[in-house]
């Protein structure tokens, strides 16, 4: 399996169009912190202005490392999800486009291992690729702005994260993210199994995402009830929870605490049953491919 792995790894960073993914990352980034580098304090002022007559915002103080990463992740999660689907959406159907499934199929190897090493090299590239996301976004804004705390604005609130109490936040964030991102990989496999051709698989993948977030978003009560639950979609975003900080009675944030864990945790389970299912059924399809004709 690990000779197998390996020989994955090299197929999918060998392609010119793996580092596409990671170049559209950091010039998303570069551009948006030279924006807040430059203009940070008027993209806070229109943000909070609303709250200026009622209270004093130190908009110098929250333009800083931590608060710029989270926004970045607010903006760019969003859509990573079509940078996987580039390189997982291919892993299967290329080799099948180009005739040398084939070859790998006539090895003395089974076709479930086979399968299994092409989701472990997609889930190398996934952390790869987040790897790259917190080394630009995190690392490299702190050295800029600094760090300090963070202030998250909910719907009807704000929460201030002392700076002590965020980095391990970052972390979990980031956990959280590749779970969701291996989850789209692992669509993206099952989907390049029923294809011979690469486009569709990609298209096919990043269409779904946009239909079930699409769906997930609209707040509509017939799907809120019968679909919102049940589409994975729902549970992706689930990383904002661990900037959700807990309140004690005084409405005093304290340290540490999740506001709604439980939710957080049952996100996970739900994504880690779809990677489950997935990849499950994308060796079932293996198996029984036509790989001869």
């Not at 806070?44 to 007559?53: A, K, N, R, V």
């Not at 903006?75 to 040398?100: K, R, Y």
């Not at 090895?107 to 987040?130: C, E, G, N, T, W």
């Not at 661990?242 to 009675?249: H, K, Q, R, S």
């Amino acid at each position: 399996m690990w000779k197998l792995l390996q020989i994955e790894l090299f197929k999918i960073f060998r392609k010119p169009r793996t580092y596409i993914a990671f170049a559209a990352i950091a010039a998303f980034i570069l551009l948006i912190q030279l924006a807040l580098l430059v203009n940070g304090r008027q993209y806070l002022e229109f943000m909070l202005g609303f709250l200026d007559d009622g209270f004093f915002i130190p908009y110098d103080q929250i333009n800083n490392g931590y608060w710029i990463c989270f926004t970045i992740l607010n903006l760019l999660l969003i859509h990573v999800p079509i940078l996987v689907a580039l390189v997982a959406g291919d892993i299967v159907s290329g080799e099948a486009n180009m005739g040398t499934l084939r070859l790998l199929a006539s090895k003395p190897v089974s076709r479930s291992q086979i399968i299994l090493a092409k989701f472990m090299a997609s889930v190398f590239y996934v952390i790869a690729l987040l790897f790259w996301m917190a080394l630009i976004a995190l690392v490299l804004s702190l050295v800029l702005f600094g760090a300090n705390d963070v202030v998250v604005a909910k719907s009807t609130e704000l929460h201030q994260i002392e700076k002590a109490d965020v980095l391990w936040r970052y972390f979990a964030a980031f956990g959280f993210a590749s779970l969701a991102l291996i989850m789209v990989a692992s669509l993206s496999l099952l989907l390049s199994t029923l294809s011979d051709n690469s486009i569709g698989p990609i298209v096919a993948t990043v269409c779904i995402i946009i239909v079930c977030t699409l769906i997930s978003e609209m707040q509509i009560p017939l799907y809120d009830k019968y679909l919102r639950p049940y589409l994975f979609t729902t549970y992706m975003l689930g990383w904002k929870g661990f900037f959700y900080i807990g309140v004690d009675a005084d409405g005093q944030t304290i340290k540490g605490s999740l506001q709604n864990g439980p939710a957080i945790l049952k996100s996970i389970g739900v994504l880690l049953a779809y990677i489950v299912f997935f990849v499950s059924a994308s060796v079932f399809v293996f198996r029984k491919k036509d790989i001869l004709s």
